[in-house]
């Protein structure tokens, strides 16, 4: 089967943030909560690289081996996803991840933190596919409609790659030969 | 031939000087932008601070076993300190000591209004605190999410309400000599008869119980601030008021089933004392030997 994957291409991303927008709009994401977010390096001196960045769907990720109620499970596609009927709030995931990808809505009483929200890969949920459960708390469900995730269809530049593993990793190395740098993708001997 | 400076030659000088200006700077743009960041993909990545980092797959691992150990650490003191204590019950039992005869004003109304007060709001506390860590065997969800809920607004309140009984009882907390004494004999709760026990107006269990409610529950609070708030700290300061929470809140749970078990159980009529404030004058005299009286 398939591994699910992100990547982006530094070289390409141009610090648009179109693909904030269209996470956050296409999926009904309450204000102050990112699942993607771009971030910019030596902004305006020579060396100027933007990444965005959501959760990377790690094998072996920190925030399922963290969660006290394994609310957080992966799919066999490798998409990392959250039960929102288990999950209780308890933000370890949030410490426990290395990109900050776990987000986690502000509540009315003394700011307690609601459940946590994350980057599906545009996959919905646990809750019935296409169903209004599912939209309400996840956001669209892309995959199973044989779409790409919401963030990677609209990039501009085409910086940001989503889909199968092994696809993107090649669209990525025809691009690297062809600009000649002999570089490697972000982390992309790290992260997966 | 004489050499004329005609405006044919002054245009020809100015044409050449332009293009070689012109040149001279397409050259140094050309130049600026093939060196505008020729850094390697790889390099520039690798500067993208916390995010990426090579060693990502450590980034939490004495994160994650901590969090799995805590329910671990947590049943062992709700199961063998009450078991303790029902061993003591039947082995040794309860002091008992006459009712009736002089009974002294132990406990104002203000200071027994607050006690209750935070007596409420510390269960509370101690009870959801409870029920987050053993979640997993809860369901998770609802039901514990109403029980952060609860926790952290007990705690707001409890902060406040715990400084006029800090105040009040202060003075009579300091730890004194004699203390020392009253650990050596554990406090007599360990003899069947009535001898008479070196403390004054509070013994020095009461005393390790105050200083860990108030000032360990200012700790609690403190550590429990930050962690409600998540995105205020540096991830791995967030583990370690995780820890000091944690681990103190063990301690604080010890001592909170002690004294559930000392004011109900073990020294009978205590209860009652804490609701009309009086002691009898014979148990004032026995177990807080020292209070001025």
Known sequence: MARMRFLCDIERCIDCNGCVVACKEGNGVPVGINRRRVVTINEGRPGERSLSISCMHCSN???????????????????????????????????????????????????????????????????????????????????????????????????????????????????????????????????? | MKFNLTSNHLRVLLYTVFLTAAGASALAANYIILNFGNISTTQAFKAFPFLVSPKWEAYANDFIPFVHAIPGMVWPILVFIPLIFLIHFFAIGPKNFSEDGERILFYGAFTRFFHWINAILFSLIVITGLMIVFSKALGGGGLIQNARLIHLSCAYAFIVTVIPLFLVWLKDMIPMPHDVKWFLILGGYLSKKATTVPAGKFNAGQKIWFWLATVGGAVMFYTGFYLSDITSRPQSELFSLLKIHIILGLFILALFITHLYMSLFAVKGSLKSMISGFKGKEEVKCLHSKMKI
């Open chain 1, 61 to 192: 990720a920190p925030c399922i081996a963290v969660c006290p109620v394994k609310a957080i499970y992966q799919r066999e596609d490798g998409i990392v996803l959250v039960n929102k009927d288990i999950c209780i709030g308890c933000g370890y995931c949030f410490i426990a991840c290395p990109f900050g990808a776990p987000q986690f809505p502000k509540g009315d009483t003394f700011g307690k933190r609601g459940v946590m929200d994350k980057c599906t890969f545009c996959a919905g949920g646990p809750a019935p596919t296409f169903s209004e459960k599912e939209r309400r708390l996840y956001g669209q469900n892309r995959i199973a409609e044989g779409k790409v995730p919401l963030c990677a269809a609209m990039c501009s530049t085409k910086a940001l790659l989503a889909g199968d593993g092994d696809k993107i990793s090649q669209i990525f190395q025809e691009r690297v030969a062809r600009r000649g740098t002999g570089a490697k993708a972000p982390g992309w001997s790290v992260a997966y």
